[in-house]
């Protein structure tokens, strides 16, 4: 069993709504080690937004301890690579000035370029996001997460403003790029079958507070199958789990 | 954007293909492209020409006394004048001198100022009740002022030029800034940016239409400013010309000097747009659409 790379200590994490205070989060204790690829899955307004912003360090209004390589994390830090669901890219600027962008002296890949091409983006460099696809936009977001070499990638349903062939697609190729990359990775998704065909590991969010419900692990050989009948009976087990009606296959 | 990439070949993905030429309506578009050439001149001139036509009947049938208002004719004759024995050129230079100055000192500050404002809280703080109070006094009014204090010299036709630009810039910069996508701040957060570089690499960029925008309407209010300077307190410049020629009697000296203005003032906003084109043309908007 190696090192843990992310450990999450939350006992709560609420808001006030006018004169009412309201759980947001209640508490919440996992940890991520090195290198696995753990998913979040949750129904929407379960929480699982909120609490990638705490680890990420956007959100501090917590109770409770985060940390990541053993040190407290309650700011935003280059040991973190956010992915967000939108693209997020500064819309004047290229692909290559968007990955640039992000370089941290001493932590950086030296060689932009070649994390262009590790996303397929060889031949767009100069392109603006004006001029990408969504799915393309995300690969960006995707290289310039990867820019100082983080310890965990932290993203928040990258893929769901994508069409069903171009997530897929881009499943395939997260998985090939964190692999090579071996960072692990905490992936927020509402996609049953992403967070199967992707993770180590599924945790099923409860809502209202949020909690984890259930830790799942994932023992499947990849490439993965969402159809094989190991993946089914996954998708069914995770669907009871958030209350909804398994579907028909 | 027609069969976008909802089906991308493996990587490298491809871009949707410009439309095959030669296509049925390439043949169309020919054919059509004289008649539509000729259209799009004639929208260019066709006011113009409207408006000398106006002009002239309107002299030549006495609507306005022919001996305060020059005829087209006359204007065209003194134009050929003041040009070629250099009065024109001398005097739309010394105004083009006053207005760079000006244009250029109060825009800088105002863009300091407004980047300032902008981004910290303190400076707001500090600087924008006071600024905002001084917003609404028209930068003529400042004339008088001005011309206590420093004369009748340069210095106060430049400071007055300077202090129109420099409010409308500094209003914008101000506007730009804060006005920026708050999801491109948290990127700069997560991706640690220091202060410095959320300004140059996120803020200003992304005020950068603002600020041009501001640059062309500071430009157009900086013509009049001049103008009203150099008719106040001058012997030079554009200004002057107009107010000598109504003062001797040249009536058509002064419409030259007011077509001058109008030319130039033109000119300056057209290089303007041009610069807002080459720098902001990422904007998807309304008025950048092809």
């Known amino acids: 069993?190696?090192?843990?790379?992310?450990?999450?200590?939350?006992?709560?994490?609420?808001?006030?709504?006018?004169?009412?205070?309201?759980?947001?989060?209640?508490?919440?204790?996992?940890?991520?080690?090195?290198?696995?690829?753990?998913?979040?899955?949750?129904?929407?307004?379960?929480?699982?937004?909120?609490?990638?912003?705490?680890?990420?360090?956007?959100?501090?209004?917590?109770?409770?301890?985060?940390?990541?390589?053993?040190?407290?994390?309650?700011?935003?830090?280059?040991?973190?690579?956010?992915?967000?669901?939108?693209?997020?890219?500064?819309?004047?600027?290229?692909?290559?000035?968007?990955?640039?962008?992000?370089?941290?002296?001493?932590?950086?890949?030296?060689?932009?370029?070649?994390l262009i091409d590790l996303v397929g983006?060889?031949?767009?460099?100069?392109?603006?996001?004006?001029?990408?696809?969504?799915?393309?936009?995300?690969?960006?977001?995707?290289?310039?997460?990867?820019?100082?070499?983080?310890?965990?990638?932290?993203?928040?349903?990258?893929?769901?403003?994508l069409d069903d062939f171009m997530r897929t697609r881009m499943q395939r190729e997260l998985r090939r790029i964190v692999t090579r990359e071996q960072v692990a990775t905490l992936l927020v998704t509402?996609?049953?079958?992403?967070?199967?065909?992707?993770?180590?590991?599924?945790?099923?969010?409860?809502?209202?507070p949020g909690t984890i419900a259930e830790r799942i692990e994932v023992g499947l050989d990849h490439p993965r199958d969402p159809t094989s009948p190991e993946a089914v009976a996954l998708r069914t087990q995770v669907q009871r789990l958030l209350s909804v009606e398994p579907a028909a296959v | 954007m027609a069969s976008s990439s909802t089906i991308e070949p493996t990587a490298p993905v491809g871009l949707p293909a410009p439309a095959a030429p030669g296509g049925p309506t390439a043949r169309g578009a020919r054919r059509r492209s004289w008649s539509r050439r000729a259209a799009v001149a004639l929208?260019?001139?066709?006011?113009?020409?409207?408006?000398?036509?106006?002009?002239?009947r309107a002299v030549?049938?006495?609507?306005?006394?022919?001996?305060?208002?020059?005829?087209?004719?006359?204007?065209?004759?003194?134009?050929?004048?003041?040009?070629?024995?250099?009065?024109?050129?001398?005097?739309?230079?010394?105004?083009?001198?006053?207005?760079?100055?000006?244009f250029a000192l109060g825009s800088a500050c105002g863009i300091v100022v407004g980047a300032a404002v902008g981004t910290s809280r303190v400076m707001a703080r500090l600087l924008e009740p006071t600024l905002l109070t001084l917003l609404p006094i028209p930068a003529v009014a400042w004339v008088p002022l001005l011309i206590v204090l420093f004369g009748i010299g340069e210095l106060s036709k430049i400071l007055v030029i300077g202090i129109g630009s420099f409010f409308t810039l500094f209003l914008y910069t101000a506007h730009g800034i804060r006005s920026t996508d708050r999801k491109l701040i948290e990127v700069a957060y997560v991706l640690e940016k220091s202060r410095p570089q959320l300004v140059w690499r996120v803020l200003l960029p992304s005020a950068l239409p603002q600020i041009l925008a501001a640059a062309r309407i500071a430009m157009g209010l900086s013509w009049a400013l001049l103008i009203v300077a150099e008719v106040v307190a001058s012997s030079s410049g554009l200004g002057w010309l107009i107010w000598d020629a109504r003062q001797f009697s040249r009536p058509a000296d002064m419409i030259v000097g007011m077509i001058a203005i109008g030319v130039l003032g033109k000119t300056s906003d057209w290089l303007l747009a041009l610069l807002a084109r080459a720098t902001t043309g990422w904007q998807e908007t309304y008025g950048s659409r092809p």
């Not at chain 1, 936009?137 to 769901?160: C, H, K, S, W």
């Not at chain 2, 929208?43 to 002239?56: C, H, K, R």
């Open chain 1, 121 to 161: 983006l060889t031949g767009f460099e100069r392109h603006r996001p004006g001029q990408l696809s969504g799915g393309m936009a995300q690969r960006v977001a995707l290289a310039r997460a990867l820019v100082n070499v983080p310890r965990i990638l932290l993203m928040d349903e990258p893929f769901a403003a």
């Open chain 2, 60 to 102: 030549a049938n006495g609507w306005v006394p022919s001996t305060l208002v020059a005829s087209p004719e006359q204007v065209v004759t003194a134009m050929w004048t003041l040009l070629t024995d250099g009065t024109l050129t001398r005097n739309a230079w010394v105004s083009i001198q006053r207005l760079l100055e000006g």
């Open chain 1, 190 to 208: 509402h996609d049953i079958d992403e967070a199967i065909v992707l993770s180590d590991e599924i945790l099923v969010m409860g809502t209202r």
């Open chain 1, 1 to 114: 069993m190696s090192a843990n790379v992310l450990e999450v200590r939350i006992r709560e994490r609420a808001a006030r709504v006018g004169d009412a205070l309201v759980r947001i989060l209640g508490a919440i204790d996992f940890d991520v080690a090195e290198g696995r690829f753990v998913s979040l899955v949750g129904p929407s307004g379960c929480g699982k937004t909120t609490l990638l912003r705490c680890i990420a360090g956007l959100d501090v209004e917590y109770e409770g301890e985060i940390r990541v390589d053993g040190a407290v994390a309650r700011a935003p830090g280059l040991d973190r690579g956010v992915v967000f669901q939108e693209p997020r890219l500064l819309p004047w600027a290229s692909v290559r000035s968007n990955v640039a962008f992000a370089i941290s002296r001493g932590h950086a890949h030296e060689d932009v370029d070649a």
């Open chain 2, 43 to 56: 929208s260019y001139v066709v006011v113009p020409i409207a408006l000398i036509v106006l002009w002239d």
